[in-house]
């Protein structure tokens, strides 16, 4: 059986929900922390629009006064609800294998069984595998970055799910006014985080590289760092911990150079909208075009980030 034929599971098609994110993992370090593409914490939907969270607020904390009189009526206390929403988008791509291409790969690689596949079969394995690659890093971008942009009542425009920059951007955020990240400026923001109702749960730091080196260099110099090993030279700062708990830090190349994100990955899920019958990243062949065979990769999915004020952000950070 081929690895195409693998992947039908439950529907007429193959599916590849899971290589989504483990094609390759060091490059999505986002979408597989949160479980990937058809994992175990990943969500279904049939509609394009889906709740968030489910948001209320209690009343200021305050010393009960309450008479014994006044005991015998309870009081009319209740809470209203509100949602915050994202939507799940379509990510598509089209892979086309013409017949020379496979005529001209065969003569360079010199491989007469193809592993007892026909040259087409194997052609579309490879080219499966790296269509897949760019989904994932199309996923994990859009994830970190994406603009929100709602259903629309004409099929002209794109539905676009929010990234997690801009959920973390509605809760607390700090703008560095371009001076470097400092262990000062992380505390200020953890302050603010928590003064916004963050709980903490499991908070991860997303940096990209210039990030990545500037906190390893000032939790160096502050000496704010547990020293392990002997004889052990360099520092790498894979995690703080802090007055609010113990924070990882992951290098993401997708996080914009001067951003740092902290995320509780707690609430964080990735939601995906099957197509009945055919599931979701699923291989389908399209009609010929010539002397080509041609198909299609299709998946809808979005982001379900949670509560804003779960995370937050550090802007504007400096940047070279």
């Given at each position: 059986m081929s690895n195409l034929a693998k992947n039908i599971k439950d529907f007429n098609y193959p599916n590849y929900n899971g290589e989504i994110y483990s094609a390759i993992m060091t490059n999505t370090p986002f979408l597989s922390l949160i479980g990937g593409v058809g994992g175990v914490k990943a969500l279904q939907t049939k509609n394009?629009?889906?709740?968030?969270?489910?948001?209320?607020?209690?009343p200021v904390a305050s010393q009960p006064a309450i008479s014994e009189k006044e005991?015998?009526?309870?009081?009319?206390?209740?809470?209203?609800?509100?949602?915050?929403?994202?939507?799940?988008?379509?990510?598509q791509e089209r892979i086309t294998i013409s017949y020379d291409s496979v005529l001209s790969k065969a003569r360079l690689l010199n491989i007469n069984s193809y592993y007892e596949l026909s040259r087409i079969e194997y052609e579309l394995i490879f080219q499966t595998a790296r269509t897949l690659e760019k989904i994932s890093r199309d996923i994990e971008y859009t994830f970190l970055n994406g603009i929100?942009?709602?259903?629309s009542s004409t099929p002209t425009t794109a539905r676009k799910t929010r990234g997690m920059i801009e959920a973390a951007s509605q809760g607390a955020k700090i703008d560095a006014e371009k001076e470097p990240i400092t262990k000062k400026i992380?505390?200020?923001?953890?302050?603010?985080a928590y003064s916004n109702r963050a709980q903490f749960k499991d908070l991860y730091f997303f940096v990209n590289s210039y990030q990545k080196l500037a906190i390893s260099e000032t939790y160096f110099e502050q000496k704010a760092y547990h020293y392990h090993y002997e004889n052990f030279y360099g520092i790498n700062i894979e995690s703080i911990d802090t007055d609010f708990g113990n924070i990882k830090i992951i290098l993401d190349r997708f996080i914009p150079h001067d951003v740092l994100l902290a995320a509780d990955l707690s609430v964080i899920a990735p939601v995906?909208?099957?197509?009945?019958?055919?599931?979701?990243?699923?291989?389908?062949?399209?009609?010929?075009?010539?002397?080509?065979?041609?198909?299609?990769?299709?998946?809808?999915?979005?982001?379900?980030?949670?509560?804003?004020?779960?995370?937050?952000?550090?802007s504007n950070l400096k940047y070279n």
């Open positions: 394009s629009l889906f709740p968030t969270c489910s948001l209320y607020k209690y005991s015998l009526t309870a009081p009319d206390d209740s809470y209203l609800k509100s949602n915050e929403t994202n939507v799940t988008q379509i990510f929100y942009a709602g259903p992380i505390d200020e923001a953890l302050e603010a995906e909208q099957l197509i009945p019958g055919k599931g979701n990243f699923f291989l389908e062949k399209l009609a010929k075009n010539g002397a080509a065979e041609q198909y299609q990769i299709f998946g809808e999915i979005g982001l379900d980030h949670g509560p804003s004020f779960m995370h937050f952000i550090i």
